[in-house]
C-alpha cells in the first residue's frame, strides 16, 4: 500500500518570462516502510521536492496525497497539524531549539499537539539511538552527530507517516555519517518506518532500499 | 571600496535604519530641548537681574567726573560705555509710587538702562523729553510726538516736548525721563560736580567689555591704568559670581537630565548596533576572511553610525528647539517679563555634539566586535552568548510554551537586564516625583501664609485698625460662615526671672555672632536685650485673638511646648508666649510654660509657647526686641475698649466669594487705598505657579526615561523576533502552530512586563514609602503613599507586552516558512 504519492506535481517560482521550473511533472509513490533517497545535483529541486512532500510549501500544480491527506486542500493551520501528527523532519543543520534541553526538543512536537508522549516508545528510541544519558543536556553541549541523532529521535518520536530527511549528514563527517545513515535504517526497519531522505552522495544514497534521481525538476530513470 | 560596502550595508538594513535614526532622533531632541532649556533659563534669569539692577552695563559707577570718564571710554578694553548725567526726581503728583528720574544720557547709556525709543529719538534741544509708556499713561499724556509735557521737580515745573518714547517695563527699578544735556547742564550751571548732598549735575557711568568673565579684575586694570583711584565701579548684580552660581544651580535638574539622556540614547543606539552587526557577524567574518582589517570593519560600523547622524540630528535639533520654546514659559513663572527663548548657537552646536558623541560611544562596543571577529567564529556567531548558559537543564516537564518563552527571554542575559532596569527606572521616577508633588499640601502651604478667605489689614485708618462700617459691610454679606479678630497694642513690661534666664540659655554667644552676621539691625536688638536683662522695662507686643486666626496659631503644628486649651483660654487667665520660628532648642527665648505674666492689671499665666504664624504676626509689631504675648480678643477689648481689630479674617461662602472680593476691593479703592487684601485663591495660584516649573521638569525627566525604557522594550522584542525568524520556522514546520508560536511571543512580552512591573512595584513603594517619606517630612507636605502612576503605567505596559509580539508575528508572518528556512 502507497502511503505517499504525487500526480503531475508542478511547482514554478517567479513570474513570466522568468519562470523556473524547480518541479516539473513528477509522479512517484512511496510504500509504508520504505527507506527512499532522493538523489540529484543541487539546483535539481529535491529540496523543493521534498518542502512540497511534507507540507512546507504548496504546488503550483498537481497532488500530494501522503496517508490518505490531500495535502494540497489543507489549510495553513491544518497543514501545521497534518505535519506534526504526520510528518518528522530531520534537517541538515539539526535545527535543535536552543532553549530546550535534548528531552524537551524531542518530546516538543507530541506536547505542541496536546499529548502526552509514549514514554515506552520514547525511551526505546533514545536507547536505540545512545542518548539515554544526555537527556538533559543542551544542544550547545552535543557534538554534531549526537545532535543529529537527538533529531531522529524528535522525528521519530510522535511515529510519523513519513520521516522526510533533507541532507542528514551534510554537515558531518564520513564516519558519523555512517552511524547516522546505519541508525536511520536500523529504526526504518525496526519501527517499519517510512524514511525519504535527500542527499547528493551517491555513498549514502545506496544504503537505502530504493534510489529516486532527480534531474532539472523531472524524475530521471 | 569600503564606503561601498558601508552603503550597501546601510540599505540592507532598512528596518533597523528606522530604529537607529529614531533613537538617534530622539537623543537629539532631547539634548536639544535641554540645551534651550539651560541657555534660556540663564538668559532669562540674567535678564532679570539685569533689569533689576537696572542696566546691561557690566560695571557701572555713580560717581565720577567728565574727565575720568573720557580717560576710562578710551581704555582699549572697554568696548562700549554709556554716559548720564542726572538732573533730578520728578515729584508730579501722578507719578506717586513710581520713580521717574529726569537725566540726560548718551544713547548707549539709554540702550543700557532698557530705556532707548523704539518711536521717536533721544532729545537733543533743551525742550525735548523722552519718557516711557507706564509714564505718559500716569501723566496722561497721548502716545504722540510733539505733546506737552511738564515735570515738577526741584528747581520747580520745567515743561517739554515729546521727542521720544518705548515701552515701560515695572521690573527695570525705576523710569526714566531722558532730557537733553543741555538742559540739566543749564540747570547746575556748568558745574562739573553736584554740591555737597545734592544728585543735581551727578555724573554717572556705565561700561561693557568684551565679555563678563572676572569683571572685577577688567575694572580694576582699567582704573589701574587709568591712574583712577577715586572711582568706585560696581559689578552688575546679574554678572557676580553669586548670581551665575544660582543660574548654575536653577540648571542642575538640566545637567543630570542631559546625563540621563546620554545614558538612554547609549542604550537605545548600542543595543540596535549590537543586534544588527551580530546578525551580521558572517558577513564581517566573510569580510576579515578576504582580508578587511579590523580598522576598515570598524570603519565601516562607525560610517552608518555617521549616516544615521546625518538623518537623526538635524531633525531632532528642530523639534528639540521648538520643544524647549514650549518649555520655556513653563519653567520659568515670572510673568511679567517677556520671555525669551535663547537662540544661542551653542544650543544647536552643543546638542549636534552631544547627540554625535552618543552615537559614537554606542557604536564602539559593537565595532570592537565585529572588527575582533575571527572568520571561524563567525560562522558559529549566535547572537546569544552561549558561554554563560547552563549547560543542563534537569526537568522532565517537556516543552511547554511558558518555559520555552522563559529559556528565549535569557538568551541575551544583558540585554534583557538592560530592558527591565530602563523601564524600571523611569516607572520608579515617575512614582518619585508623583509622590513628591502629591506629597505638597497646599492647604499647609496656605496656613502659613492665610488663614481664611479673606484676610484683610488695613494700615491707612488712623490707628491702623479696620473701620466699623467695612466690618458691618462684611457681616452684611449674610453668607459670613467663620470669622477671626486681631488686635494689638503695645505694653511696658519687665521680664521674669525665669524669662531672662531662658533668654540668656538660648541666645548663646555662637548664636548672637550668627544674628548679628546676617541682620543689619543686630546693634540695637542687642541694645535691648541687654537693657532688658539688666532688668529694664521694655515695650511688648500683645495680640488679642479670636476665631479663625486663634484656631490657627495655636493649631498642633503652631505649638512649640505646652498644650492648648480653648475652653480654659477664653475664660481669659491664660495667654500663649510666642516663640521662635526657628527648630525648637531645649530652651525657647521667651516666658516658660506655667508661668505668671501681668498684663494691663490681670495676672495671666502661660498656656503655651507657639511658633510665630505668619498671618498673625506679619506687619503688626514694630519692635525691635519683643516677646509676644497673645490673649482673647474679648478680654482684650475689656481692656482696651476703644480699639478696633487690625487684622481682620473672614471665610465666605463659595458663592459669595466674588461678591466679598469686590466689597473690598471698592472699599480699598474708594476708602483705604492702603488697605492689604489677602485671598486664600490668590495664594493658592501663586503655589501653583511656583510648584508648577519644578513639577513639569520631574514629570519630563521621568517620562523621557520610561520612553526610553519603552523604545528599548521594544527594539529588542522586535530584533528578538528578527533575529529568531528561522529558528521560528524550523519550530513551525515540526509542527508549531501560528496560535502556540504567537502565545510563545506573547509569553516573553508578558515576562517582560510581569517583571518590569514586580520590580517597580517593590522598588516604588521603597522609594515613596522610605525615600519620599523622608523627605517630606517637615515644611508644607503632608504624606500619602500612593503609585498611581505605576498603576496607570501597569496597564498600557501590560498592553504593550502584548501587543508587540503579536505585530511582530504578523509581519513574520508575511514570510513563508520555506523562505525563512532558507534565509541565512
Not at chain 2, 543749564?186 to 551727578?202: F, R, T, V, W, Y
Not at chain 2, 548600542?270 to 576598515?296: H, P, R
Not at chain 2, 527591565?420 to 502651604?445: H, I, P, Q, R, W
Not at chain 2, 514694630?622 to 478696633?644: G, H, K, T
Amino acid at each position: 500500500m502507497s502511503i505517499l504519492q504525487t500526480t503531475h506535481l508542478t511547482k514554478q517560482y517567479g513570474k513570466e518570462p522568468n519562470i523556473v521550473k524547480a518541479l516539473d511533472d513528477v509522479n512517484i509513490s512511496i510504500e509504508q516502510g520504505e527507506f527512499v533517497a532522493v538523489v540529484g545535483t543541487s539546483g535539481s529541486g529535491k529540496s523543493t521536492l521534498l518542502n512540497m512532500l511534507g507540507g512546507l510549501d504548496r504546488p503550483s500544480g498537481g497532488s500530494v496525497k501522503v496517508d490518505n491527506y490531500e495535502l494540497g486542500k489543507l489549510s495553513d493551520e491544518d497543514l501545521t497539524i497534518f505535519r506534526r501528527r504526520c510528518i518528522g523532519f530531520i534537517f541538515q543543520n539539526y535545527n535543535l531549539v536552543p532553549v530546550l534541553n535534548v528531552y524537551e526538543n524531542i518530546v516538543m512536537p507530541i506536547q505542541l499537539d496536546g499529548k502526552k508522549p509514549d514514554e515506552t516508545f520514547i525511551q526505546e528510541v533514545t536507547a536505540l539511538l545512545g542518548l539515554e544519558k544526555k537527556l538533559y543536556n543542551m544542544p550547545n553541549t552535543l557534538s554534531g552527530g549526537q545532535q543529529q541523532r537527538v533529531s531522529i529521535a524528535r522525528a521519530l518520536a510522535s511515529k510519523p507517516a513519513i520521516i522526510l530527511a533533507d541532507e542528514p549528514t551534510g554537515n558531518l563527517d564520513s564516519k558519523t555519517s555512517e552511524e547516522v545513515i546505519n541508525l536511520l535504517k536500523v529504526t526504518s526497519q525496526q519501527f517499519h518506518q517510512t524514511i525519504v531522505m535527500i542527499t547528493h552522495n551517491p555513498e549514502i544514497a545506496k544504503q537505502a532500499d530504493r534510489c529516486i534521481q532527480i534531474e532539472d525538476g523531472r524524475v530521471a530513470n | 571600496m569600503i564606503r561601498t560596502l558601508t552603503n550597501r550595508s546601510f540599505q540592507k538594513n532598512k528596518d533597523r535604519n528606522l530604529v537607529a535614526a529614531l533613537a538617534i532622533f530622539l537623543t537629539t531632541m532631547m539634548f536639544t530641548t535641554l540645551f534651550t532649556l539651560t541657555q534660556s533659563m540663564g538668559q532669562n534669569i540674567t535678564e532679570m537681574y539685569l533689569r533689576q539692577s537696572g542696566t546691561m552695563a557690566h560695571a557701572s559707577t555713580k560717581q565720577i567726573t567728565d574727565a575720568q570718564i573720557e580717560q576710562i571710554a578710551a581704555h582699549p578694553d572697554v568696548v562700549s560705555f554709556g554716559k548720564s548725567l542726572v538732573a533730578g526726581i520728578a515729584e508730579n503728583e501722578r507719578l506717586a509710587g513710581r520713580q521717574l528720574e529726569i537725566r540726560y544720557g548718551s544713547d548707549q547709556y539709554a540702550k543700557d538702562s532698557f530705556a532707548y525709543p523704539t518711536t521717536g529719538k533721544m532729545p537733543e534741544t533743551k525742550d525735548e523729553i523722552a519718557l516711557d509708556t507706564l509714564i505718559l499713561e500716569r501723566l496722561g499724556v497721548p502716545l504722540e510726538l510733539g505733546q506737552t509735557v511738564t515735570l515738577e521737580w526741584q528747581e520747580g515745573p520745567s515743561t517739554f516736548t515729546l521727542c521720544g518714547w518705548w515701552e515701560g517695563n515695572l521690573s527695570v527699578y525705576a523710569s526714566m525721563a531722558w532730557v537733553s544735556e543741555a538742559f540739566v547742564l543749564e540747570a547746575c550751571d556748568n558745574a562739573s560736580a553736584p554740591k555737597e548732598g545734592q544728585i543735581l549735575g551727578l555724573r554717572m557711568m556705565g561700561i561693557t567689555f568684551s565679555d563678563h568673565k572676572n569683571i572685577d579684575e577688567k575694572v580694576e586694570t582699567v582704573l589701574r591704568d587709568c591712574g583712577i583711584t577715586d572711582v568706585e565701579f560696581n559689578t552688575n548684580l546679574a554678572y557676580t559670581a553669586e548670581i551665575q552660581y544660582s543660574i548654575f544651580r536653577e540648571n542642575l535638574p538640566m545637567y543630570g537630565g542631559m546625563l540621563i539622556v546620554f545614558l538612554a540614547g547609549y542604550f537605545i543606539i548600542y543595543n540596535v548596533f549590537q543586534i544588527s552587526v551580530a546578525s551580521d557577524i558572517q558577513f564581517y567574518g566573510k569580510l576579515k576572511t578576504l582580508g578587511t582589517t579590523t580598522k576598515q570593519i570598524k570603519k565601516i560600523i562607525y560610517g552608518q553610525g555617521n549616516r544615521l547622524s546625518l538623518i537623526g540630528i538635524p531633525i531632532g535639533l528642530v523639534t528639540g528647539y521648538l520643544l524647549g520654546s514650549v518649555f520655556v514659559p513653563l519653567l520659568i513663572p515670572n510673568t511679567e517679563m517677556e520671555l525669551t527663548t535663547s537662540a544661542n548657537p551653542i544650543i544647536f552646536i552643543g546638542a549636534a555634539v552631544f547627540a554625535y558623541i552618543t552615537v559614537l560611544v554606542s557604536c564602539m562596543l559593537p565595532a570592537r566586535l565585529a572588527g575582533k571577529v575571527s572568520p571561524i567564529e563567525a560562522l558559529r556567531y549566535t547572537d546569544a552568548s552561549d558561554n554563560v548558559r547552563k549547560k543542563r537543564k534537569k526537568t522532565e516537564n517537556g516543552a511547554s510554551l511558558y518555559g520555552m518563552a522563559w529559556g528565549n527571554l535569557w538568551r541575551n542575559r544583558k540585554r534583557t537586564v538592560m530592558v527591565l532596569c530602563s523601564l524600571t527606572l523611569g516607572l520608579v521616577l515617575m512614582s518619585y516625583f508623583y509622590a513628591k508633588n502629591a506629597s505638597f499640601d497646599v492647604e499647609k502651604y496656605l496656613m502659613d501664609l492665610t488663614v481664611a478667605d479673606y484676610e484683610i489689614h488695613d494700615t491707612t485708618e488712623k490707628g491702623q485698625a479696620i473701620s466699623d462700617t467695612l466690618l458691618a459691610d462684611i457681616a452684611a454679606l449674610g453668607t459670613v460662615e467663620a470669622t477671626g479678630r486681631l488686635y494689638s497694642a503695645e505694653v511696658e513690661l519687665t521680664l521674669s526671672e525665669q524669662a531672662k534666664n531662658n533668654l540668656r540659655a538660648f541666645y548663646t554667644d555662637e548664636r548672637l555672632k550668627d544674628f548679628a552676621s546676617y541682620d543689619p539691625s543686630f546693634p540695637s536688638w542687642k541694645e535691648q536685650f541687654d537693657y532688658v536683662l539688666d532688668g529694664g522695662e521694655n515695650t511688648y507686643t500683645v495680640y488679642g485673638v479670636d476665631g479663625l486666626i486663634l484656631e490657627a496659631a495655636a493649631s498642633d503644628n503652631y505649638i512649640l511646648n505646652g498644650s492648648f486649651d480653648t475652653e480654659k483660654f477664653a475664660e481669659g487667665m491664660y495667654c500663649l508666649a510666642i516663640g521662635p520660628s526657628t527648630d525648637p532648642s531645649d530652651t525657647l527665648p521667651t516666658y516658660s510654660v506655667g508661668e505668671k505674666v501681668q498684663i494691663a492689671d490681670r495676672e495671666f499665666e502661660v498656656m503655651a509657647v507657639v511658633r510665630p504664624l505668619q498671618p498673625m504676626v506679619s506687619g503688626v509689631s514694630q519692635q525691635v526686641f519683643d516677646l509676644p504675648l497673645v490673649i482673647p480678643a474679648d478680654i482684650f477689648q475689656e481692656f482696651w475698649p476703644e480699639c478696633n481689630p487690625r487684622k481682620f479674617y473672614f471665610d465666605v461662602a463659595d458663592e459669595t466669594m466674588e461678591d466679598a472680593y469686590r466689597l473690598l476691593t471698592e472699599y480699598q479703592q474708594t476708602k483705604a487705598l492702603g488697605m492689604n487684601i489677602v485671598s486664600r485663591q490668590s495664594m493658592a495660584e501663586q503655589y501653583e505657579a511656583e510648584t508648577r516649573a519644578l513639577a513639569v521638569m520631574g514629570y519630563a525627566i521621568s517620562i523621557v526615561i520610561a520612553l526610553v525604557g519603552v523604545l528599548n522594550f521594544i527594539n529588542s522584542m522586535v530584533t528578538a523576533i528578527i533575529s529568531r525568524k528561522r529558528e521560528f520556522a524550523i519550530i513551525q514546520s515540526i509542527g508549531m502552530t501560528k496560535r502556540q508560536l504567537c502565545q510563545m511571543l506573547m509569553f516573553e512580552g508578558g515576562y517582560y512586563a510581569g517583571m518590569t512591573l514586580i520590580a517597580s512595584y517593590i522598588l516604588g513603594t521603597v522609594t515613596v514609602g522610605v525615600i519620599v517619606r523622608a523627605m517630606v517630612e517637615g515644611g508644607f507636605s503632608t504624606f500619602h503613599f500612593t503609585l498611581l502612576p505605576l498603576v496607570c503605567c501597569t496597564l498600557v505596559l501590560v498592553i504593550l507586552a502584548v501587543m508587540l509580539p503579536y505585530v511582530c508575528f504578523r509581519n513574520l508572518e508575511k514570510q513563508s516558512i520555506v523562505e525563512r528556512l532558507r534565509a541565512e
